[in-house]
């Protein structure tokens, strides 16, 4: 987790310069084909040369059919692209108007929203939510007599700081029956989630939640009386100039060719081509790359106090986590501070996955949006190479040191694990140390120590612990959550394991 002092915003200045999408030259030609080509691990060894990969070679390492760019450069749109198809197996091209579920990527838009209603004096960051809800309110908590004392308010919804129940949103398949808003905050049949409940203290931590988004979009419906894609149309999408984004749940008929089939790990499509998502403000915003690119930058105008959907003061208060030591403001990741600030935020939906990354201050970002559950390998890679084309502070390949490992120790860590009946192997092969997941492609391990080992692909740490005889008994991969694997097979004879059939 970062931590950060958000500076003061009024030192800041952001040029808010908006343009149509240029013609490429040949010197932006140019840097879009070092981008295209120049993909990028998140580590390699010291000393070692890197290997850049094309976008094309790594669609089809991570089997993710279609990918689409926007990138902003200089306080404007400069360039987008998509490549692959939008459905496997139908050589139709994805295009930069295709449309991808935006999945969390909706929180942003959802929150400049209902933030729009603060400015239009309809709603008040910091008053109590259940005075202004009218058709549900949220239930006191179970505990007698209460403990929770505090508010929810509007920013303590969009910042999931509100205590509310912890729950993220499913989707529902294309011919599965709907629930309604009201049947999604009670809990009720079809809804798929319990009912939305306080958990917690408003106020007192942050905790991920799509509840939060769930009641802002009841409160929305509430004060503006319209639907909530017409709400959120007026207030956001039309005066970012957002013209090819929706929020209607299913997507209306005649916008479905213009849609990318969601994809599950490899390149089967998602039953239906897409599952619903009837919790609009926290995953159902239809959209493209370049939309969220243009509402990065409406809201950077709004931040220097120039015409946008929202005043200064309000966007201001958009980009202050109202925590200490906590990087989401309201509906936004909020990291670094000064030339640095990078608003940003991930989304994952069934079938898709996509990042927005923006810096403010620089006038610099990326939009990345894919149709695959593998999408999340990808997107890391193509915005480290953007990254080092456009010189962001972040998002850079580290350099990584690895030390000798005697033969003993090779001995002793090879042989076989398991977690959860899935067997793993841990073997030499080439002078090389590699491990391989049930059948999945083996991947190799760098040592750090006498018994910790890195890969270049993650930052996760594969720990070996050994036993009273030296050998290793089990290995902790020290990740989010740690995992264990135990060892059911004794030490190989030699230090070299004859290679497994790979």
């Given at each position: ?9 009024s ?6 310069v908006?343009?149509?999408d ?11 084909a ?27 390492i ?7 760019i ?59 939510v259940n ?69 917690a203290?408003?106020?007192t ?13 009841q ?33 209306p ?16 499509p998602?039953?239906g ?30 931040l220097?106090?120039q ?23 309201l509906?936004?990741?909020?990291l670094?501070s000064?030339?640095?600030l ?7 939906n ?6 927005f ?27 480290r190479a ?49 491990i391989?997941i ?33 050998n ?9 959550p740690?995992q ?11 230090p ?7």
């Amino acid at each position: 987790m970062y931590f950060f002092r958000l500076i003061a915003l009024s030192a800041l200045t952001f040029s808010s310069v908006f343009a149509a999408d240029p013609v490429p030259d040949a010197a932006l030609a140019a840097r879009i084909a070092r981008v295209e080509s120049g993909l990028l691990p998140a580590a390699r060894l010291a000393g070692a040369p890197a290997e850049p990969w094309t976008i094309a070679r790594r669609q089809l390492i991570h089997r993710v059919p279609a990918v689409s760019i926007a990138v902003i450069a200089d306080g404007q749109i400069a360039w987008a692209r998509a490549y692959g198809v939008a459905r496997s197996g139908d050589p139709a091209p994805a295009t930069v108007d295709t449309l991808f579920q935006a999945a969390a990527l909706s929180k942003p838009v959802a929150a400049a929203a209902f933030l729009s209603l603060v400015d239009a004096g309809k709603l008040a960051l910091d008053t109590d939510v259940n005075t202004a809800l009218t058709f549900w309110k949220i239930p006191p908590p179970s505990a007698s007599p209460p403990t929770t004392t505090a508010p929810v308010t509007l920013r303590r919804l969009l910042s999931h700081t509100a205590g509310l129940t912890t729950t993220q949103s499913a989707g529902y398949a294309a011919t599965a029956p709907l629930p309604t808003l009201l049947q999604i905050l009670d809990g009720a049949p079809p809804a798929q989630s319990p009912v939305i409940r306080l958990e917690a203290e408003p106020g007192t931590k942050w905790r991920y939640s799509d509840a939060g988004f769930v009641v802002a979009q009841q409160l929305a419906l509430d004060v503006s009386g319209d639907s909530f894609p017409a709400f959120v149309r007026t207030r956001v999408l039309t005066p970012a100039g957002m013209v090819s984004s929706t929020f209607e749940q299913p997507l209306p008929a005649a916008l479905v060719p213009l849609a990318a089939v969601g994809h599950t790990a490899g390149t089967t499509p998602i039953p239906g081509d897409a599952h619903v998502y009837p919790e609009l403000a926290a995953a159902g915003l239809w959209t493209t790359p370049s939309d969220l690119a243009r509402f990065a930058l409406t809201l950077r105008a709004a931040l220097d106090g120039q015409p946008s959907f929202l005043t200064r003061a309000t966007a201001t208060a958009m980009i202050t986590p109202p925590l200490a030591d906590t990087n989401y403001g309201l509906g936004l990741g909020v990291l670094g501070s000064g030339e640095n600030l990078q608003l940003a935020h991930t989304g994952s939906n069934a079938g898709f996955r996509s990042t927005f990354v923006f810096y403010p201050r620089l006038g610099r970002g990326a939009v990345v949006m894919t149709n695959s559950d593998q999408g999340g390998a990808l997107i890391p890679e193509i915005l480290r190479a953007i990254s080092r084309e456009y010189a962001w502070p972040d998002y850079r390949m580290i350099e990584k040191t690895a030390v000798p490992l005697s033969e003993s120790a090779v001995s002793a860590f090879s042989g076989r694990y398991e977690r959860e009946n899935v067997p793993v192997l841990v073997f030499r092969l080439n002078g090389h140390f590699y491990i391989r997941i049930g059948d999945r492609p083996r991947f190799e391990i760098f040592p750090q120590s006498d018994h910790e080992f890195f890969t270049l692909d993650s930052p996760d740490i594969w720990s070996f612990e050994r036993g009273p005889r030296g050998n290793a008994s089990h290995i902790v991969l020290r990740s989010a959550p740690p995992q264990l694997y135990r060892r059911v097979s004794p030490p190989a004879p030699s230090p070299i394991l004859a290679a497994p059939r790979l």
